[in-house]
């Protein structure tokens, strides 16, 4: 559950990074990762951006601590 609504998969956009919790990502995928984010804004206009240990506490970890979400901020005000 997030947001107080369940099944997010139900209207959810998944973006999966290879990586593990406890790797920095690389460059390339911080700058793919911003090109999605737009084009998808694009066409929805502006949607919440969480990591999978956002939407599944205690069941799921990743993007990980190592995930640097001021990488990608612009992106996500655009």
Not at 10 to 24: A, R
Not at 26 to 41: C, P, R, S, T
Not at 52 to 77: E, Q, V, Y
């Amino acid at each position: 559950m997030h947001e107080g609504r369940s099944g997010c998969n139900d209207f959810s956009i998944g973006i999966e990074l290879e990586g593990t919790d406890d790797q920095p990502y690389m460059d390339e995928q911080y700058d793919g990762l911003e090109k999605v984010i737009k084009a998808i804004f694009k066409e929805y206009g502006s949607l919440a951006v969480r990591g999978h240990s956002d939407i599944s506490p205690g069941r799921k970890t990743d993007p990980g601590l190592c995930f640097d979400w001021s990488r990608i901020s612009s992106a996500m005000r655009e």
